[in-house]
């Protein structure tokens, strides 16, 4: 295929498409989006199709837009709303300045990401033509030094590439202060290889509407799949977890392992934090366990009365292996195999109570749900406003290595 305007122009800097792009019927986008898209993001998305674009060791920067991946784990459509949600809902600790997402009139519109897992945006309210959007960067790095997490650009998609391919653009979340300089490389989005044409839903039906059913109907690891999306690229570490059991002393249960490699490392709606189950450094599952177990040994030798659980491994032992951002120790009971072991919590304001009903799983599906669990352990979340502004899950990426 021969490249013409905004494509050839990408094509210069990058080089050709890797692989065909899936079809897109545009028309059928925006009546879906109700807004027009720029020329530039329509042509490069026709001709390359959901790529990366940067040295596959550093950061990169990812062009997503309509399409399903072949496994049904993006959907274009779901994307669009979770992701608006997820970036109303994350910088309302650390900044007052609150954005508005389409379908808001003048609302931001995502269209990408970087490998950091920062989101990129069009600016709609600057002009009724879309070619003139600026681009803005929400940055994931707030949490760690980042005291502004909005970067505006004031150029459009094609001019940001060519000036971060170029030289770099201002990026406070990125280690140096700079988003860039990406290296010339493009390739196919790994998740999205092989993806395939988007369908914009039926008028009335709503992209999140399987997300709302998730609130009341099925259970276990496909329900909080249906709640909360997972990441496309959750950060699992590079050990194996045979390692893990043999550093923790255990096997773990199978619903925790299933969770943890869907979701790996993040935090839940800024509480409940999960670590990376895999990797060997401080901050992996093992590490967590170890640390947690030494400081619950130390505690319950003081007080014994107000820990009741032994020990692990102990039998019937308490094993740590998270906490919440409120300094309660989240863990098991081990009591029996591991696939019947019970959440147990030992809040830091408040007296222990017995062990949940459930399994990991399905104390975190009641929890999201609004469940308070024993009424202590899991914070009920908000009732007085949809359920889904207020919970996701935030992946932990880890910073590329600058040497």
Not at 19 to 47: G, H, N, Q, R
Not at 221 to 244: H, N, R
Not at 318 to 323: A, D, N, R, V
Not at 374 to 394: K, W
């Amino acid at each position: 295929m021969e490249l013409t305007g905004p494509a050839a122009a990408l094509a210069t800097l990058v080089g050709p498409p890797p692989a065909p792009a899936p079809a897109v019927d545009w028309a059928a986008v925006e009546a879906w989006l109700e807004v027009p898209l720029p020329a530039d993001y329509k042509a490069v998305f026709s001709a390359y199709g959901p790529v990366e674009i940067g040295d596959p060791a550093g950061v990169r920067v990812r062009l997503l837009g309509p399409c399903v991946s072949s496994d049904g784990r993006f959907d274009y459509g779901s994307w669009l709303v979770e992701t608006h949600r997820h970036s109303a809902i994350r910088p309302r600790m650390f900044t007052r300045e609150q954005r508005e997402f389409l379908p808001r009139e003048g609302g931001l519109l995502v269209f990408g990401e970087t490998s950091s897992g920062d989101q990129l945006f069009w600016d709609t309210s600057v002009s009724k033509d879309p070619d003139e959007w600026p681009v803005v960067l929400l940055t994931t790095r707030v949490a760690a030094h980042v005291d502004e997490p909005w970067v505006a650009y004031e150029v459009p998609l094609l001019e940001l590439l060519s000036a971060a391919i170029r030289g770099g653009v201002p990026n406070p979340g990125e280690p140096g202060g700079l988003l860039g300089p990406l290296g010339r490389e493009v390739r196919v989005f790994e998740p999205l290889a092989r993806a395939g044409s988007w369908a914009p839903p039926a008028p009335g039906v709503h992209a999140d509407a399987r997300q709302h059913a998730a609130l009341t109907r099925g259970e276990g690891l496909e329900a909080v799949l249906a709640l909360v999306p997972p990441p496309l690229t959750p950060y699992v570490g590079e050990g194996s977890w045979e390692e893990v059991f043999e550093r923790i002393g255990t096997r773990l249960p199978a619903d925790f392992i299933q969770l943890s490699e869907r979701y790996g490392a993040g935090i839940w709606s800024w509480w409940l934090r999960l670590p990376a189950p895999l990797d060997p450094q401080p901050n992996g599952l093992a590490a967590e366990v170890g640390w947690m177990l030494d400081g619950y040994r130390r505690l319950r030798s003081g007080h014994p009365d107000g820990m009741p659980l032994p020990t692990w491994p102990e039998p019937g032992g308490f094993l740590p292996f998270t906490s919440t951002i409120d300094g309660d120790q989240v863990g098991w009971c081990t009591e029996g195999d591991p696939d019947e072991w019970r959440v147990a919590v030992y809040p830091r304001h408040s007296e222990p109570g017995p062990p949940l009903p459930g399994n990991f799983t399905q104390t975190l599906l009641n929890w999201l749900r609004g469940g308070r669990g024993d009424g202590e352990a899991f914070r009920g979340l908000p009732r007085n406003r949809d359920p889904l502004d207020v919970m996701f899950f935030q992946p932990h990426t880890p910073s590329p290595d600058p040497s």
